[in-house]
């Protein structure tokens, strides 16, 4: 008699691991060694989520951090499905990242952390640029997270109208 193999379930996330770190904690007896992972996840389809964890090894950090990621998840609206809506820039620590949409096929144009964030958000046209003064990958990320959070979806922005009771001289 066969046994059945258990079919693994496939995530509706992808994942990508930004940050893996040996901490140290200083204890009597000696050093004690974990593991500190960043992670961000997302489905490509608007959502996102970045997550930071510890475990006594590198598995178990980067599992933590994963459901981590997921507990956080933020829901962007992009433009046709490839840009976002309009500028946005925002700080983190001492992070500050500014994010400019582009024109269709102009490709993802962003570094390191910011890149890993976009694209797992699904954004393919953007241009991103890190002008705070860290190269924490860390901090870069949430910073990002942080950017998208301001977006406003160009269609439901409060529009002024005229009055017409401006200077007329």
């Known amino acids: 008699m066969r046994r059945a193999i258990p079919q693994r379930i496939r995530d509706e996330f ?3 691991l930004l940050d893996l770190r ?10 004690r060694f974990r593991f500190r992972a960043t992670v961000v996840v997302g489905d490509k389809a608007g959502r996102v989520g970045v997550g930071v964890a510890k475990g006594l090894d590198v598995p178990q950090a980067v599992n933590k951090a994963k459901s981590q990621a997921k507990k956080h998840l933020l829901t962007i609206e992009r433009v046709d499905s490839r840009t976002i809506s309009h500028e946005v820039e925002a700080k983190y620590s001492a992070a500050r990242v500014l994010i400019r949409p582009a024109s269709l096929d102009h490709g993802l144009r962003a570094g ?6 976009l694209e797992l958000a699904g954004i393919k046209d953007a241009t991103a640029k890190c002008v705070g003064r ?9 910073a ?11 269609k439901r922005l409060p529009v ?8 007329e001289e």
């Open 14 to 16: 992808d994942e990508k």
């Open 22 to 31: 040996r901490v140290t904690r200083v204890m009597a007896g000696g050093k």
């Open 112 to 117: 390191g952390s910011v890149r890993a964030v």
């Open 134 to 142: 860290t190269t924490n990958k860390l901090t870069n990320a949430m």
């Open 144 to 154: 990002t997270l942080e950017a998208l959070k301001t977006l406003r979806n160009v």
């Open 160 to 167: 002024a109208i005229p009055t017409g009771k401006g200077k």
